[in-house]
T-cell receptor
């Protein structure tokens, strides 16, 4: 089955620790995104990538880092510099730019709930 | 001004009624508009997308777009308790291909 796989489903971070959230897709999508969702809030964009080996900061990139070494993978590292990391993290993908508006649909993984110990 | 605005709700409707959810956006050049449904603790799932002015129907769902007034709405006919969820409006920002999400409207369908 094609889709987006996020792991782990739950993650706990100790103070001063970096943690990495995994996101893998087999949809052959060019674009991938990371969002953060706080309780009762909408989705805020952390980083996005339109193509392999290239990514851009979103609205709340401070304290996070990403890499895009493979088309199917877009891991997110929550660094110790992120002082309030507790949130629901969502990875998404789409076919990418210049594919026409009907191909701009975002497909989401099942999410990772990150909490601080 | 927020880029995408939605009333947070909750919007309560009786079972079988029409639920009307609204969204306004600030970027006049926005080109694509999406409605996602999100159950508590789950990830969003796409319900409807629209990019031309007018109405688009899919089953019990109708999306309406008015670019001149910069609003997009979602109508849910014959609402069911299983429709109870948060509905997120998303707009693709012109030129950047960034998706801007509203904070969502919580819908409660009362049996």
């Amino acid at each position: 089955d094609g889709g987006i796989t996020q792991s782990p489903k739950y993650l706990f971070r100790k103070e001063g620790q970096n943690v990495t959230l995994s996101c893998e897709q087999n949809l052959n999508h060019d674009a991938m995104y990371w969002y953060r969702q706080d309780p009762g809030q909408g989705l805020r964009l952390i980083y996005y990538s339109q193509i392999v080996n290239d990514f851009q900061k979103g609205d709340i990139a401070e304290g996070y880092s990403v890499s895009r070494e493979k088309k199917e993978s877009f891991p997110l590292t929550v660094t110790s510099a992120q002082k309030n990391p507790t949130a629901f993290y969502l990875c998404a993908s789409s076919m990418g730019r210049d594919r026409g508006p009907s191909n701009e649909k975002l497909f989401f993984g099942s999410g990772t709930q990150l909490s601080v110990l | 001004q927020k880029e995408v605005e939605q009333n947070s709700g909750p919007l309560s409707v009786p079972e079988g009624a029409i639920a009307s959810l609204n969204c306004t956006y600030s970027d006049r050049g926005s080109q694509s508009f999406f409605w996602y449904r999100q159950y508590s603790g789950k990830s969003p799932e796409l319900i409807m997308f629209i990019y031309s002015n007018g109405d688009k129907e899919d089953g019990r769902f109708t999306a309406q777009l008015n670019k001149a007034s910069q609003y997009v709405s979602l109508l849910i006919r014959d609402s069911q308790p299983s429709d109870s969820a948060t509905y997120l409006c998303a707009v693709v920002s012109s030129g950047t291909y960034k998706y801007i999400f509203g904070t969502g409207t919580r819908l409660k369908v009362l049996a």
